[in-house]
């Protein structure tokens, strides 16, 4: 009977002391990152604006920091040049793929798109992912709440993918509109 017993008692003792060394070296090592610009998301500022002194806005929530949302689960950040009166709305928006459209949208103090960053796109190669292309993006650029955003001609053979674009720059142009304020006032 102890034969039978002790291997499995053994291994057992075994996986306890391994995870607990595991847990005891995530605890010493994490950094939290909340609230950094990656070195691609400061490109993505600095491609949109140029130079700026750029920050992630972050609030409390259940006694963590986290990135500001405004409630809608498709904003990762908004990231803000608070001296510039400038703010950057980091969303991923689905267009023919699940969330696949991770960009930038900047919104200059007179409400309206300064330009677009992407940051990875997930769509149909050739065809969703061209809205993607400079040409295609840069007609978002000068637009505001008051802009008839869905006259933008969608693109040929990424109908779905044009459409969650919209989407995501109407929705970037309506928070910053109604929370400009406290995103741009210190």
Same mark, same amino acid.
């Given at each position: 009977?102890?034969?039978?017993?002790?291997?499995?008692?053994?291994?057992?003792?075994?996986?306890?002391?391994?995870?607990?060394?595991?847990?005891?070296?995530?605890?010493?090592?994490y950094v939290d990152n909340t609230?950094?610009?990656?070195?691609?998301?400061?490109?993505?500022?600095?491609?949109?604006?140029?130079?700026?002194?750029? !920050?992630?806005?972050?609030?409390?929530?259940?006694?963590?920091?986290?990135?500001?949302?405004?409630?809608?689960?498709?904003?990762?950040?908004?990231?803000?040049?608070?001296?510039?009166?400038?703010?950057?709305?980091?969303?991923?928006?689905?267009?023919?793929?699940?969330?696949?459209?991770?960009?930038?949208?900047?919104?200059?103090?007179?409400?309206?798109i300064e330009g677009l960053y992407?940051?990875?796109?997930?769509?149909?190669?050739?065809?969703?992912?061209?809205?993607?292309?400079?040409d295609y993006y840069e007609k978002?650029?000068?637009?505001?709440? !008051?802009?008839?955003?869905?006259?933008?001609?969608?693109?040929?053979?990424?109908?779905?993918?044009?459409?969650?674009?919209?989407?995501?720059?109407?929705?970037?142009?309506?928070?910053?509109?109604?929370?400009?304020?406290?995103?741009?006032?210190?």
């Amino acid at each position: 009977m102890k034969s039978k017993i002790m291997p499995p008692a053994v291994l057992t003792v075994i996986c306890v002391m391994v995870c607990s060394l595991l847990v005891l070296a995530h605890n010493m090592t994490y950094v939290d990152n909340t609230g950094v610009l990656t070195d691609e998301m400061k490109k993505g500022c600095e491609e949109i604006f140029g130079e700026g002194s750029y !920050e992630i806005v972050t609030e409390k929530k259940d006694h963590d920091t986290v990135p500001v949302d405004f409630g809608v689960k498709q904003i990762n950040s908004v990231i803000t040049d608070k001296k510039n009166r400038r703010c950057i709305f980091e969303l991923t928006w689905d267009g023919y793929a699940k969330g696949g459209l991770h960009l930038m949208i900047g919104i200059n103090d007179e409400n309206k798109i300064e330009g677009l960053y992407f940051l990875s796109v997930g769509e149909t190669p050739g065809l969703g992912a061209k809205v993607a292309q400079k040409d295609y993006y840069e007609k978002f650029s000068g637009l505001s709440v !008051e802009s008839d955003i869905e006259a933008v001609d969608n693109m040929t053979a990424a109908t779905y993918s044009s459409k969650g674009l919209k989407e995501a720059c109407e929705k970037a142009l309506e928070i910053y509109t109604v929370h400009k304020g406290e995103l741009l006032d210190e």
